[in-house]
C-alpha cells in the first residue's frame, strides 16, 4: 500500500461512488478503478462491492476505512517535521559554555534564537575549552563559546565580541579609589587568574602583559571559573583582571575598575563549530550569531565562513 492508494481509497469511501470520487480526485474514473483494484489484490480481499447507485464498503473496507485517517495524518505530520527540520525549525542545539560568556552574551544569543525558533530544543553543556574541542571533534556538541581558540583543521571559529578587561579590587583596596587601573598600579599586588588550565586564555594574557611590561605578577590563587575568581576578590584575596561581562557579578565587597594597558586591552569571545556541519539548525543560530557580530563590527576570523 502506498499513500497514494490511501487517498483515493479515503475519498471512495466518503463518496461511495466511482465517479464523483475521480471527479473530487481530478482525475479520470478508469485509473481509479485500477489503483482500487489493485490495492485489492495487493490485500487480498475485496474492500468494496458495487451497487446499483456506486459502491458499499466490505467488513474489510470498514476495517481499512477506520485506520486510513490516522496512516495519512501521520505521513502528513511525518511531512510537516521533515519540511520544518530541513528549514531548521526543530530539532537540537548542543552549545557548550564557559566562564563569563554566560554572563551576558551567550545568553542574550541564545534568547534571540529561541524567540525565532522555539521548537529547537536548547541543550547547554558546561565544558573547558578542551572539552569543548574534544566534544566538537566527537559531535556531541554542536556549537561551543570560548576565548583565545587556536586555528585547528575542520573547525571554523567565528568572533562575536571584543570585550573590554577590568580589575576587579577588594572594596577596601586603596586603588578603589583611581578612575582607572594600569598594569604597573598591580605590580607585585596579589592576584587571582583563571582560568587556570592548560590551553591559552585569560590568565596566559594576563602573565604575558606583565611580562611586557616589565612588572612582577604575583600570582596567589589560580582558579577554573571566574565565579571562583570574583568570590575570592570579594573575601580579600587579592585582586583579578576580568572581562565587562564578569561586572554583572555584583558581588559585595567587589569594586571594578577600567583597565588601561598597552598589551592588554580587551578579549575576544567566539563561537566555534565544525567546517562540515551542515545541520540546519546550526547555520540558522550562526545567523544569529553573525547579526549580532556585525552590530559589534566583528567578522570571522581568517579561514572561517561568512
Do not use: W
Not at 29 to 49: A, C, K, N
Not at 58 to 65: D, F, M, W, Y
Not at 192 to 216: C, D, K, M, S, W
Amino acid at each position: 500500500m502506498d499513500l497514494r492508494q490511501m487517498k483515493y481509497f479515503q475519498a471512495l469511501c466518503e463518496e461511495l461512488n466511482f465517479t464523483r470520487a475521480a471527479e473530487r480526485l481530478h482525475m479520470a474514473q478508469p485509473p481509479l478503478t485500477r489503483q482500487i483494484r489493485g490495492l485489492e489484490d495487493e490485500l487480498g480481499t475485496p474492500l468494496f462491492v458495487r451497487t446499483a447507485k456506486g459502491v458499499e464498503l466490505t467488513a474489510a473496507g470498514q476495517a481499512l476505512r477506520d485506520e486510513v485517517p490516522n496512516i495519512l495524518s501521520l505521513a502528513q505530520r511525518a511531512r510537516e517535521r521533515a519540511q520544518r527540520a530541513g528549514q531548521g525549525l526543530i530539532g537540537q542545539l548542543d552549545v557548550g559554555i564557559f566562564g563569563s560568556g554566560v554572563l551576558d552574551v551567550i545568553p542574550r544569543l541564545l534568547a534571540a534564537f529561541h524567540r525565532a525558533r522555539p521548537e529547537v530544543r536548547i541543550e547547554l553543556h558546561n565544558l573547558t575549552k578542551a572539552e569543548q574541542l574534544q566534544a566538537l571533534r566527537e559531535r556531541r556538541i554542536t556549537i561551543g563559546f570560548n576565548r583565545l581558540v587556536a586555528p585547528e583543521p575542520g573547525l571554523e571559529v567565528l568572533a562575536v565580541l571584543q570585550e573590554t578587561l577590568v580589575v576587579g579590587l577588594p572594596e577596601t583596596h586603596p586603588l578603589c579609589a583611581r578612575p582607572e587601573i594600569t598594569l604597573r598600579d598591580l605590580d607585585g599586588e596579589p592576584m587571582i587568574v583563571y582560568p587556570n588550565a592548560p590551553l591559552p586564555g585569560l590568565a596566559q594574557e594576563v602573565a604575558t602583559a606583565f611580562h611586557r611590561e616589565g612588572i612582577r605578577l604575583n600570582v596567589v590563587q589560580a582558579v577554573e571559573d571566574v565565579l571562583t575568581c570574583v568570590a575570592l576578590v570579594a573575601g580579600g584575596f587579592g585582586s583579578c583582571i576580568t572581562t565587562q561581562s564578569a561586572t554583572s557579578l555584583r558581588l559585595p565587597g567587589v569594586v571594578y575598575r577600567p583597565l588601561r594597558s598597552r598589551y592588554l586591552r580587551d578579549i575576544e569571545l567566539s563561537c566555534l563549530y565544525r567546517s562540515d556541519d551542515t545541520s540546519p539548525v546550526l547555520s540558522a543560530f550562526l545567523d544569529v550569531v553573525r547579526a549580532f557580530a556585525d552590530k559589534q563590527h566583528i567578522g570571522e576570523t581568517p579561514g572561517g565562513r561568512g
